[in-house]
């Protein structure tokens, strides 16, 4: 018994609007999670949210590899958020079936209003980009916006690209630019 052609379109629409999203500003994943939960109702959720991951991989070291083309990189730093990110990502896919999607789902909703509220608030968000020497403070930062970015991501992970990005900016006064090229690694 095969899939029906319309629930394979449907897979597509959704796969690649949430990778051309994902790769401009991050949160593909609330565009493909609803579409795969509403595709098979019946799914359970921490399986659609490691199909989600599973696919999303390939789109976001896709993107990695362009950033890092055309992007001065810190390697150091991208190390530090690398590691952060993939082991509290693992600590929250562990703890995914521990906490109440009930609890999760409205929380990052307004995690994700907060963060559009202050990018309108504060018109020159992500616009400059000063070089900047890598300290001790930074990398410490870095590891601890990755840590809890990263545990997220393993938890949930619609918005981790557009948390990660908010995070760099704010906390690491890097240009969107920058930030977006960083949180493909920590994503």
């Not at 079936?97 to 990018?119: E, N």
Request: glycine content about 10%; proline content about 3%.
């Amino acid at each position: 018994m095969g899939m029906e052609w319309d629930v394979i379109l449907s897979l597509i629409f959704f796969a690649f609007s949430a990778g051309a999203i994902d790769a401009a500003v991050g949160g593909g994943g609330l565009i493909q999670i609803p579409g795969i939960m509403s595709t098979f109702p019946n799914m359970s959720t921490a399986t659609v949210i490691g199909t989600n991951k599973v696919s999303s991989i390939f789109g976001t070291a896709s993107a990695a590899y362009t950033f890092a083309k055309k992007v001065k990189l810190q390697w150091k730093l991208l190390a530090v958020i690398a590691i952060c990110a993939l082991i509290s990502s693992f600590a929250g896919a562990a703890c995914l079936s521990l906490i109440p999607q009930s609890v999760l789902r409205p929380f990052v909703f307004v995690m994700l209003i907060v963060i559009a509220i202050y990018t309108l608030v504060k018109k020159n968000f992500g616009q400059v980009h000063t070089e900047q020497k890598i300290t001790t403070k930074m990398l410490v930062l870095a590891g601890i916006g990755s840590l809890a970015i990263g545990f997220y991501d393993g938890i949930f992970g619609p918005g981790t690209g557009s948390f990660f990005i908010f995070f760099f900016i704010r906390f690491l006064q890097v240009d969107f630019l920058h930030a977006s090229a960083l949180s493909k690694i920590g994503n």
